[in-house]
């Protein structure tokens, strides 16, 4: 039997860094990674249950595999991560020539599961624990997960990587499926968090992204100890090797000014914070259940302001919530206007089975709305997005180069200048004419022109000269 494996992955950079683990792990068992579904023997999808939306891509990608496993039932199908978790039975029954079923907790199991399935004990299912299903600690350690174990070959780029610092949510925001998918909120312990860090460092990585659903929340509590953000971005600022260091995502109320001088004062650390409002409204806000009003928020926002000056702060918003008026729509308008924020990503409010809004609040914000207030939502962060890159021509940044851009890689093999993306400390997009050569280098680029999502430079002095080469 060859074990040749596909891996499709949607969703959030939570569910990137559990694939870069399954690969891992999957390898050491002897499989290799193939690049269509085509040509594996496994085929898994890694699923988002976040909005409708995504669920309902990954069925109709298994509604167009099926033909391919009636064909050949030795065909293994497996989804995991969020869906798996949420829909569990639901997936056998409505594809039920699918084989594994395996939610974010439990991805080290699928090893195991493959040969369960191959050895003929019929289809598996490895989810965790349900919120109310135990004791929380029980509940919590169902949902770990096996970070240490990782695949290079696997990351955005080489020289970038994520690295999860805390498991699960307890916000329980009224619209949001993740604190049920992914289950109780865990820091996990800061040696274990260093140790991987170095190991990156190691194998040649220089940016690394912290992951976690309110990854400022974070806290590690071991006796009477407890290591917090601030203490765990001191500590990590230390590894050798490591020179960016950003995290995501941000919860408002958590954004303290301890944290912030210290974004502030450490070079190392990114001062870009994502921090999402979700509305402009206090009383969408309230239904929605995420503890601040924007009164608390623009008294965070000038928190930022004032320690941490040089800051961009990116936001996310969901429009068409339960209620939201015209008004209220025009309330996370005016919050986009007044913050300037760097981007923010604009959601249409999708119902999820097991939240509080599903089961209390009525969707009754026509689709046609929703989608006319995202568009015009949008236009305001792209005219805002705009008017502050194009104060960025003319001046010089820096930027973390991370390979051929969209454009490069489509360029000819053989021609040496491509063009070549990066991004600032900022989290800015830069593209500039270069050479495959400077992937991972820190270059200073010099703005030329801007859009709303990218500065376009050119390189102005070059930090490392490669001696001998053209170019
Ligand atoms: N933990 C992060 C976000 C996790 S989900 C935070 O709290 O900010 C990413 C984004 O998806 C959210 O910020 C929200 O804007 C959006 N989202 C979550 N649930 C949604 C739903 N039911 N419908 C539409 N958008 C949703
Ligand atoms: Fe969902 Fe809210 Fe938790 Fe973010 S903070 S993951 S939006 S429940
Ligand atoms: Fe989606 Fe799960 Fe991430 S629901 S957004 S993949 S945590």
Known sequence: MTKRVYIKTVGCQMNVLDSEMVVADLKRHGYTIVDSPKDADCVFYNTCSVREHAEEKVYSALGKIREAKDRNPDKLIGVMGCMAQKDQEIIFKRAPYVDMVIGPGQLHTIPDLIEKVRSGQGRQMAVSLGRTDGKQAIVARSHETFDPLRDPTMRPTPFQAYLRIQIGCDKFCTYCVVPNTRGPEQGRPPEQILSE???????????????????????YKDGDHTT???????????????????????????MTERLLIAVHELPKVSPYLHVPAQSGSDDVLKRMKRGYTIADYMEMFERIERLVPEATV??????????????????SVALIERCRFKNSFIFQYSVRPGTKASERLVDDIPREVKADRNHRLLEVQNRVAQEENDKLIGQTVEILVEGPSKKGQDADPDSATVQMIGRTHCDRIVVFDGNRR??????????????????????????????????
């Open 197 to 219: 860090a170095r190991i990156l460092a190691d194998q040649g990585c220089r940016e690394i992204t912290l992951l976690g659903q309110t990854v400022n929340s974070y806290k």
């Open 314 to 331: 990116s936001s996310d918003f969901i429009v068409g919530f339960c209620g939201e008026t015209e008004e209220d729509f025009e309330k």
């Open 438 to 471: 400077q992937a991972g280098q820190f270059l200073k680029i010099h703005v030329d022109d801007a859009s709303s999502h990218t500065l376009v430079g050119r390189v102005q002095t070059v930090d490392v000269v490669t001696i001998g080469m053209p170019g």
């Open 228 to 254: 917090d953000m601030t203490s765990l971005l001191e500590q990590l600022h230390e590894v050798d090797g490591i020179d960016r260091i950003k995290f995501v995502t941000n919860y408002p109320k958590d």
